[in-house]
Each structure stands twice: as C-alpha cells, then as structure tokens.
C-alpha cells in the first residue's frame, strides 16, 4: 500500500497544472503538498505556500528560493496560514511586507510589528488594515507620516 500512495504522488506531477492547483489548494496531506512543491508549474507554488498543512520546511525553502512575486500571489490567497504570513512579516522585500499588512488574516501581534517598519509604505498598510487592533491604531494617530495618521483615524472610524 505504501508503494502504491508513493507513486500515485509522484504521478501528481505529471497532471496538467489546473489540477495540481486543485490538489495544492485543497490537500490536506502534507506528502502530496511536499511533492506539489517540486512542480514546474510556477502557478500551482502560491497555492503550497498558503495552504496551512503544508510542512514547515516546505514552506522555509520556497521561501528562500522563490521569486517575491510568487510570495506576493501566496499572501493573496484567501486564506493563507497564520504561520505564512507571520514568516513573511520580516521578508527583506518592502512589497512582500506591504502585502503581509494588507492582509485581513494576519495575525494582530504581527500588524503590532509591522507598524514599527522601516518602510512607510508598509505602517501606510497597517493604517488601512481592519484587523489592526484598535490600540495599534491610536499609536499610528501619532505617527509623523500624514497618511498614516489620516488612514489610522479612518479605521479606526471603521
């Protein structure tokens, strides 16, 4: 049996690349995720990333070695892992990290970092982002950026 479900895996990549995103979408099994992430088809990636039973390692190394656009498609997904975006949040890349803030899932202790960034652009994100606790929010009314003051106060208006 065990033979059996390792072929049936290593056959996942040999189907077309709309059903390996329907598998990577939808898997719960973290083999398949971790074969899927070998793949040649650059769209089914974004899909491993956000699903949420996909290894740790796994995830670790797309991260390393994708493009930050395929990161960007991975935080765009509906539901991506608490664990994605959280390791995401400290991503070199400005617009990884801009999207990370954008993102309606991401952690409330993890948009409590981002609004310390470097990046304007990113505490700008944190400002216009609903699940910003309200705290976070009055802190960034302070901020020397007019933007981020005038879209903390929106929020905050929700």
Do not use: C
């Not at 189907?15 to 074969?35: C, F, H, I, M, Y």
């Not at 509906?78 to 954008?102: D, F, G, N, Y």
Request: aromatic share 6%.
């Amino acid at each position: 049996m065990k033979r059996y479900i390792r072929s049936a895996i290593v056959n996942i990549l040999d189907e077309p690349g709309e059903t390996q995103l329907k598998v990577a979408w939808n898997s719960t099994r973290p083999d398949e995720l971790r074969a899927l992430a070998q793949t040649e088809h650059v769209g089914v990636l974004p899909a491993v990333l956000a699903n949420p039973n996909t290894p740790a390692d796994v995830v670790d190394n797309l991260i390393a070695t994708l493009d930050d656009s395929i990161l960007w498609d991975a935080i765009q997904y509906e539901h991506p892992s608490p664990e994605l975006l959280t390791k995401l949040s400290t991503h070199k890349e400005r617009s990884v990290r801009e999207a990370v803030a954008e993102n309606k899932a991401t952690p409330a202790d993890v948009l409590a970092k981002l609004a310390k960034d470097k990046s304007v652009f990113v505490v700008r994100a944190v400002a216009l982002n609903r699940s910003t606790p309200d705290a976070v929010l009055k802190k960034l009314e302070k901020y020397p950026d007019a933007f981020v003051r005038d879209y903390a106060a929106q929020t905050l208006g929700r």
